[in-house]
């Protein structure tokens, strides 16, 4: 299983980007997708999920609202599309791929990406 995840760079604050993660060697409609950040210093947290189970998402409360997880069955590849980006959403951003239902915890997730970096300047 691969998970390859893309997209940043550097946005100024109130700007967007999107991120893309592709994944082999699974299929994604059999697992739930996450998408996790990690701050310098700071524990890597829930950013959003793609429940298998249901097709229902899930957002960490400070991105609701802005952040948007989406999948491309076809493509094998989920997106993380975020608008009016703050500088506290800099991090490096991981895909992740898993199965159960605690999907706000790292612990869900068996497979990681190697993580894209967003920088929001203010």
């Known amino acids: 299983v691969q998970l390859q995840a893309f997209g940043g760079g550097l946005v100024q604050a109130g700007g967007s980007l999107r991120l893309s993660c592709a994944a082999s060697?699974?299929?994604?409609?059999?697992?739930?997708m996450g998408w996790f950040r990690q701050a310098p210093g700071k524990e890597r947290e829930f950013v959003a999920a793609?429940?298998?189970?249901?097709?229902?998402?899930y957002y960490a409360d400070s991105v609701k609202g802005r952040f948007t997880i989406s999948r491309d069955i076809a493509k094998n590849t989920i997106y993380l599309q975020m608008n009016n980006l703050k500088p506290e959403d800099t991090a490096v951003y991981f895909c992740?791929?898993?199965?159960?239902?605690?999907?706000?915890?790292?612990?869900?997730?068996?497979?990681w990406g190697q993580g894209t970096q967003v920088t929001v300047s203010s």
């Open positions: 992740s791929a898993g199965r159960g239902l605690a999907l706000r915890s790292r612990n869900l997730y068996n497979y």
């Open positions: 060697g699974l299929t994604l409609n059999m697992y739930t």
């Open positions: 793609f429940s298998w189970s249901d097709s229902s998402t």
